[in-house]
């Protein structure tokens, strides 16, 4: 097997157990049950804020260490991060443990940046739309896994909600423990930038005699010392370039705005669906979730081949207008209507035709850039999209703002 594609095997399977966390799909139901004492507007205004609120805080620095670090560290600790959040969930009761609960859960999400960076500082740049794929197939068959097993348990009632979560803490272990597989980096795009060349020295320079490797040596630590400023130089260098291109700017604003969107949407629909419909005896979260990562694999699948052999920018722009007004209907019968099938369907379709518009405006930011910034560039939107968000559920869940119903939520 050619080592980018061991690499990016070991990877892959990472992603993969990461992703298999059955008890997500029925997470409200269980933080509704009989297994704790906490109410419906506790969840929604004092332990759910707190996830977004800490994913926000996180994620810059996590994206600068990360790199710091040389990516793996931060894989290890993503997974870690996960067994510290179903040990809490699994084994704690009260309020304040959920708190504690939704901190950890937005180290989990900001680590999650490791694992999509990790691979483009070992493999050849030749292989990245191969190892792009290849993660992304991973999460999305992690998540098929897990909400159809999750559905398939509690139909059958071989499981209760609260024991989803013992399969969630023991994948959060597996891929702890084969993240430690993972080969170290040399390299990385900003803080050790020209530590290695091409990742490993020459037959030639591992040839030379003892002085030629002290200079070596002596020219490395000179350059270690540099690394800081010339890091931050680089930086601000490949974050103005892009920002100041109207076209990044604009596809970027838009890439921001939809992942807020979507953020928002998938951290108050199961509340939704339990105020629709609070006593249902078995609910369909699983099923649905499985549905949703099926067609959003095809839609993005789609959408990649229409971007690269169909779509021109302003065709880009039309199409994504049109699918974002259907997605705001598909919301509209997701959170209007009293029927929970139809809200069902409505969450599908909104999920579907986002993942088709957020590849298409992925593909648009990455058309317009210059330089080797695209991991910055989406660190940003996504820092941007969680500001956005933060700004939505300050305004309108706390007691502060408007503290509206959670059918204005999403």
Not at 29 to 56: A, C, H, K, M
């Amino acid at each position: 097997m050619k080592e980018w594609l061991k690499i990016s095997c070991i990877l892959c399977l990472f992603g993969f157990l990461r992703e298999v966390r059955p008890s997500e799909s029925f997470i409200t139901e269980f933080l509704l049950g009989p297994w704790r004492n906490i109410t419906q507007d506790e969840v929604n205004r004092e332990i759910y804020p707190v996830g977004t609120y800490s994913y926000l805080a996180q994620l810059v620095v996590v994206f600068l260490i990360t790199d710091f670090l040389r990516y793996k560290p931060l894989i290890i600790a993503c997974g870690v991060t996960g067994i510290v959040v179903w040990s809490i969930l699994l084994w704690t009761t009260s309020l304040e443990a959920l708190k504690v609960v939704e901190f950890f859960y937005g180290t989990y999400m900001a680590t999650e940046v490791a694992y999509y960076t990790y691979i483009y500082a070992k493999v050849d740049k030749k292989y990245y739309p191969r190892v792009t794929s290849h993660t992304r197939a991973a999460m999305f068959l992690g998540k098929l896994v897990a909400g159809t097993s999750a559905q398939v348990l509690i139909i059958l009632r071989v499981m209760n909600y609260r024991d989803l979560n013992y399969i969630t803490f023991a994948t959060q272990i597996a891929a702890t423990l084969w993240a430690l597989f993972l080969p170290k980096v040399k390299n990385s795009l900003y803080f050790h930038r020209h530590e290695y060349l091409d990742g490993q020295f020459s037959t030639e320079s591992r040839n030379h005699d003892t002085i030629d490797a002290g200079d070596a040596k002596s020219q490395s630590q000179a350059n270690e010392r540099l690394m800081p400023l010339k890091a931050t130089t680089l930086l601000w260098s490949h974050f103005h370039n892009a920002y100041t291109n109207i076209k990044v700017l604009q596809w970027s604003l838009w890439y921001a705005l939809g992942l807020c969107g979507y953020l928002q949407v998938i951290s108050y629909i199961q509340i939704l669906w339990k105020d629709i419909k609070p006593d249902s005896s078995i609910a369909w979260n699983g099923a649905v979730d499985a549905a949703l990562t099926a067609l959003s694999a095809i839609f993005a699948l789609g959408a990649g081949y229409m971007h690269t052999g169909l779509l021109k920018p302003r065709i880009s722009l039309i199409v994504l207008a049109v699918l974002s007004s259907l997605k705001g209907g598909a919301i509209l019968l997701c959170c209007r209507s009293d029927n929970i099938f139809l809200s069902y369907v409505g969450f599908v379709v909104f999920g579907a035709l986002y993942a088709f518009t957020i590849t298409l405006a992925s593909a648009e930011v990455a058309r317009y850039l210059e330089e080797d910034s695209f991991g910055l560039v989406f660190g940003v939107n996504t820092l941007l999209a969680l500001i956005f968000q933060t700004i939505i559920t300050i305004v309108v869940i706390s007691d502060t703002g408007f503290a509206l119903s959670i059918k204005y939520l999403t």
